[in-house]
């Protein structure tokens, strides 16, 4: 009797053991991975949202125009540039429109000289030069979209149908007009 009473606590003991090596493990499994950069970086405001708001789009758009996901992401740095945007949509039975602003604003020297080649030797061959608007501007007919260089910072904005080949300059400047002080 005393060896089962033996052998039942030793099992006993074992059992309890394993389940408490299997939380550790479990645990560490299921733990985020976080690394040094992730884990002291707080979560940065989109600048581009804080130049294009809800109320300014639903000046241009109408009543019933909505935030876009991508409203709620964080900029993205890449290439030497920090990029946001900030986008609306009006839709009802009949149309849908949308407008939007992208940000580029240089992290270095070199994001200074990428974004600043996009308003010379890289611009757009097709592209019409707006005058205006920051320090230099130009529309985009192919993507339908007003790009505005001021202060080193690059500027893209959007007004009007979903198609980029349905957007018109003149609807464009609508909310370039509104923003301009902004920029």
């Known amino acids: 009797m005393k060896k089962n009473l033996k052998l039942f606590i030793i099992g006993v003991i074992v059992v309890l053991a394993a389940l408490v090596l299997g939380l550790i493990v479990s645990k560490q499994l299921t733990k985020p991975k976080l690394n040094s950069k992730t884990a002291t970086q707080p979560k940065r405001?989109?600048?581009?949202?804080?130049?294009?708001?809800?109320?300014?789009?639903?000046?241009?758009?109408?009543?019933g125009t909505a935030a876009d996901p991508v409203n709620d992401n964080q900029p993205v740095d890449a290439?030497?540039?920090?990029?946001?945007?900030?986008?609306?949509?009006?839709?009802?039975?009949?149309?849908?429109?949308?407008?939007?602003?992208?940000?580029?604003?240089?992290?270095?020297?070199?994001?200074?000289?990428?974004?600043?080649?996009?308003?010379?030797?890289?611009?757009?061959?097709?592209?019409?030069?707006?005058?205006?608007?920051?320090?230099?501007a130009f529309w985009d007919n192919n993507f339908g979209q007003l790009n505005v260089l001021k202060n080193n910072t690059w500027y893209t904005i959007t007004n009007g149908p979903v198609g980029p080949s349905d957007r018109k300059l003149d609807q464009t400047k609508k909310l370039a007009d509104v923003l301009n002080p902004k920029l």
């Open 45 to 63: 405001e989109n600048p581009s949202c804080k130049i294009f708001t809800l109320t300014e789009a639903t000046k241009i758009l109408g009543d």
């Open 79 to 136: 290439n030497n540039i920090t990029s946001s945007t900030c986008s609306y949509t009006f839709s009802d039975t009949t149309v849908a429109q949308t407008a939007s602003v992208t940000v580029r604003s240089p992290i270095n020297e070199s994001g200074k000289a990428i974004i600043k080649s996009q308003f010379t030797s890289n611009k757009v061959s097709a592209s019409q030069d707006v005058s205006g608007y920051g320090d230099s």
